[in-house]
């Protein structure tokens, strides 16, 4: 979809013009919501990706949750089916470089999380609109996977990267919460999608 693709790389351009300095403050802001939050509190295990480029890091955000023993599950992209699985990892050094440069689980050193024992998804997104809908990066692999997934789910995002509308699929599911410099926003989607 071209709108989609023009959204997805003004936003990329936006973010990415952000000092190293800027960001870091701006990640702080997240990493104080996110922490605060009951979503935080309440999840034992978190499903995250593991970010690169000018993503917002997720490392901290691991690193804070194996500080409060919590357990922390991390993608591999099945590219076939375009399914996500999720794998628990317990240090950095089980994950390695796959395709497309995203850092992944080492499958063998690593145990397989079943989707409903995560009780809080971090998921990425580019580009969101207020209740939720989001342009990631292509693929549809989060989409598929959150179709039946239960718990919270919630993006971190600077408000920059809301837009007030983006091409809506079928197949599109909406987070459930934005996290922000500002705050928590609940999406609460109760209208029919578009």
Request: charged fraction near 25%; glycine fraction near 6%; avoid cysteine.
């Amino acid at each position: 979809m071209i709108e989609k693709e023009k959204i997805r790389n003004e936003v990329i351009l936006m973010l990415q013009s952000f000092s190293e300095t800027e960001k870091k403050s701006i990640e702080q802001t997240f990493y104080t919501n996110l922490f605060a939050s009951k979503f935080w509190k309440k999840a034992n295990l978190i499903g995250i990706t593991l970010s690169k480029g000018f993503e917002w890091s997720t490392m901290p955000i691991i690193k804070r949750a194996w500080q409060e023993g919590k357990k922390v599950s991390v993608p591999r992209s099945i590219h076939a089916s375009r399914e996500l699985h999720f794998y628990q990892i317990e240090q950095f050094s089980q994950v390695k470089v796959g395709y497309f440069d995203i850092k992944e689980p080492i499958v063998e050193q690593t145990k397989r999380i079943h989707k409903e024992d995560i009780e809080l998804m971090l998921v990425p997104g580019v580009a969101f609109t207020k209740k939720g809908y989001r342009i990631g990066f292509g693929g549809g692999y989060y989409d598929r996977f959150l179709r039946d997934y239960l718990n919270p789910t919630l993006s971190l995002l600077h408000s920059k990267q809301i837009v007030a509308k983006i091409p809506i699929e079928t197949h599109d599911v909406p987070v459930d919460y934005l996290i922000t410099e500002r705050g928590i926003f609940s999406t609460a989607v109760t209208e029919q999608k578009e």
